[in-house]
């Protein structure tokens, strides 16, 4: 290597790391403004926690756990303690609770958003850092504190831009398979998880692949053979007879559950707290359109231990039938996060919105959260003589509330237009010789002369009558631009 | 070890990390808030990088990279690359801007806020993560665009609750220290950075320590010896008295300069920059009182190239005289940082709000950007008949935009009381038989409850009177709470 020649590095982002510009994160700050605007209005406080926990207090309860590094960016602090970033906002939450519980008004109801982490493959779409925003109860075992958390969901996804019948809640409980799977006799924690994975496939496999999981097994079209949960014939036909009994109704649905589940204590309690969280939806005015109760839903983390929530968006298909198009968020009850800290069982129940997919999906049906992001209007720099003016200029504009700049490269004219429009600016301001020695501003509308531009036959021609383009007196500069800007919002 | 007993970890914080909770973010949320509208009136374009960048992009950029780990926290991915948490937002714009030099609008203006990590020895009040605000001109060369950073400095200090008198932004540029060094015949670049580590320290140790560090060196009160730069007497009194120049007035302050630097080209140069942002300042109208010029000023990082930019917190002293109150931001002009990917110089400057400090500062001031915050109207759960009709008027209360819930512990009368304090409810709605019977609700004022119960003589009495509390018609609760709420705000 040659000492002369300095090192340059590549600029280039981290495998599965992107870049945000304005647009993407208008969207995304308009989700997190309003989920948080109802999250507090359900009188949730704000709380948030570092990116980096001790290793030993995240646990084990990534979807893909059996991965070697855990799926967690992992590293030893200089004392040789494991730290990790987090890959949840739930954990964290946790660690929290157990560490303030005494202190803490309880229930505890905290809301929380920002980044997460995850060490997972990056793909196309597939990022290993992403934003979620998080409302949780800690220390109610009540149904209705479920409710509640269904209900703010409810109503997040209208306030984050879907609304009615674009979006909905589906509500299932472990217990309800938990109880199933004990009156068939499957006993172990492991064949039990098996039989949850194998159900969480239904919609890429459907209902003859997730029986060869819940069976022997399963060969994919790659040759990769999944071994299956190993139940018996009578047993793969109760489980999909389970995940089959959604219905319109909430009520329906439970009584299809009820009469698929065939009766344990373990099922019982679940529908019976189904029953309760169904009643609580109704006194806080969430519809059966809004939230159903769905058995084919397992959500993939561990900890789960009742209730369990999804949301979807919905969008029609050519036929005009709503389908999915996708989680946009998920939660469910999880009793036993506290207590790998206290060793005392804690009831805690929550939900996590996926903001970067939701506003992707936002994005994907042409509605931009934020609105379209316009750029600043563009004070022209003719001469370094008139700087002062130019700053003048921009400073009232500024102080009116009109988001202005002055030109500060060093490009001549034209540059200095192509400038503003890709800024997206509305108008530029130029105070030529002319205009300075007559007391005037030219106002350029850049809309109108794009527009103008694409119409006008020849070059010459638009050179001449210089389309949208206006002279004020220079007094007069902000009404105006406040009077154009007005006209066009 | 015994396998029956499980692990428990201990629920405990990083080294360093801490959790944030309402009133802290409240402030925090609100500075952010603030200082993003200045930057976008000024035209600059938000941006969000990722938490990780490559090691070789970041650089070695840190005040103290001379410590091992450098002062980041980094991992090699799991193909064997480097990458580190970013350490501020200025080198990860560096890397985007190299990236995408081609496609963005030139200058290109961004802002940007998010955590940043350092991997430092922790202490009282000094954590590892912690929020920064930037924004940042790179593409410009011209004295106006550091100007317009230190204009919006000036106004986003205001924004955030530092008002005239109470904060200043100081200027000095690197160029004239350079300058006078060339002069006196200092020559090597590590003599040089030792000249401005001694400078660094001139608030902590005065004149007479620095004037060792400039020399020979200096023995510390706990008999750790730090090698001087190796200056004569000549060199240090020239620094010396260049650092003392700062005057009241810009341009008394340019004269004093001018006068300590004695000639050089590069001096020169520094000074003619800070005359054209002198003049910038004015037109933007930035008065004296609010950004100064003063030599003294150092900042830290290496990476500077010219003007650099500090501001300070400022507070009354005994005597009436405005003094520091600490550092709240700062930033200057880094003409390399772009190069060391694309080899082509790139003029940049920008300026950067420590949003934690400030946040800290504006707390020991008695300021709390964001107001105190008030938790919501607690709902009584006296029983679990009624359940539905206290989410009833939850939800009417949420609907008229009051932050209400409905207690859903399992504890009594007396805990739900305690549970609306400990929330800093303002009122407690209660529902019990006798008033679901006769139509009504009672409101329970907890302030008035609170100031009543220290008042009164006995126990018995405040029970009989129920201080604060008013019985209102079931449906004339919303209307009723609204008048109360607004005639306390």
């Given at each position: ?39 507090e ?38 004392d ?31 809301y ?7 060490n ?19 220390g109610?075992?009540?149904p ?21 019948g ?10 309800l ?14 064949q ?51 995940t ?52 084919s839903?397992?959500?993939?983390l ?37 207590a ?18 939701l506003a ?20 022209i ?7 002062a ?36 600016s ?13 007391g ?50």
């Amino acid at each position: 290597m040659d000492d002369a020649k300095p090192f340059r590095p590549e600029a280039r982002n981290p495998r599965g790391f992107g870049d945000r510009r304005a647009r993407d994160l208008a969207a995304e700050r308009s989700i997190l403004a309003s989920v948080s605007e109802v999250y507090e209005r359900y009188g949730f406080e704000a709380l948030d926690t570092p990116a980096f926990e001790y290793a030993d207090a995240l646990g084990k309860f990534l979807p893909d756990s059996d991965r070697p590094n855990e799926g967690v960016f992992a590293l030893t602090d200089d004392d040789d303690q494991w730290m990790a970033l987090r890959y949840d906002l739930t954990a964290p939450l946790a660690r929290f609770a157990a560490q303030n519980w005494e202190t803490l008004p309880k229930p505890f109801r905290r809301y929380a958003y920002g980044p997460v982490w995850r060490n997972e493959k990056p793909g196309p779409g597939r990022f290993r850092e992403f934003i979620q925003c998080d409302a949780d109860t800690v220390g109610s075992a009540r149904p209705e504190a479920d409710a509640e958390i269904i209900a703010m969901a409810v109503e997040g996804l209208e306030a984050a831009g879907l609304p009615r019948g674009q979006a909905v809640v589906k509500i299932n409980n472990r217990k309800l398979l938990n109880g199933l799977l004990s009156t068939a006799g499957v006993g172990s924690e492991g064949q039990k998880l098996a039989v949850l994975r194998a159900v969480d496939k239904l919609d890429r496999l459907g209902p003859d692949g997730v029986r060869l999981l819940l069976g022997e097994g399963r060969l994919d079209d790659s040759g990769d053979y999944t071994k299956g949960a190993g139940l018996g014939a009578k047993g793969i036909e109760a489980v999909i007879a389970f995940t089959a009994a959604g219905r319109g109704g909430r009520s329906e649905t439970l009584d299809a559950i009820a009469a698929a589940i065939g009766g344990s204590a373990e099922g019982d309690e679940g529908l019976a707290e189904l029953q309760a969280i169904g009643v609580a939806l109704g006194g806080l005015g969430v519809g059966e359109d809004r939230a159903v109760f769905d058995p084919s839903v397992v959500r993939g983390l561990e900890y789960y231990t009742g209730p369990v929530f999804e949301a979807e968006a919905l969008i029609e298909d050519e036929t005009g039938k709503r389908i999915s198009f996708g989680s946009v968020g998920g939660g469910g009850r999880y009793d036993d996060l506290v207590a790998r800290f206290t060793g005392e069982r804690t009831p805690a129940t929550g939900f996590s919105f996926g903001v970067s997919r939701l506003a992707a999906t936002l994005r994907a049906a042409n509605r931009t959260p934020g609105g379209e992001a316009r750029g600043p209007v563009v004070v022209i720099a003719f001469s370094q003589d008139h700087m002062a003016e130019y700053f003048a200029v921009a400073s009232e504009l500024r102080a009116a509330g009109i988001p202005a700049e002055v030109y500060l490269g060093q490009s001549g004219m034209k540059a200095q237009m192509k400038y503003a429009d890709r800024r997206r600016s509305p108008f530029a301001i130029m105070l030529g010789e002319d205009e300075l020695a007559a007391g005037e501003v030219s106002i350029k509308d850049l809309d109108e002369g794009l527009a103008a531009s694409k119409s006008l036959a020849s070059n010459e021609l638009w050179k001449e009558t210089r389309p949208g383009q206006y002279a004020v007196k220079r007094a007069e500069l902000v009404a105006a631009l406040k009077q154009r800007l007005g006209s066009r919002a």
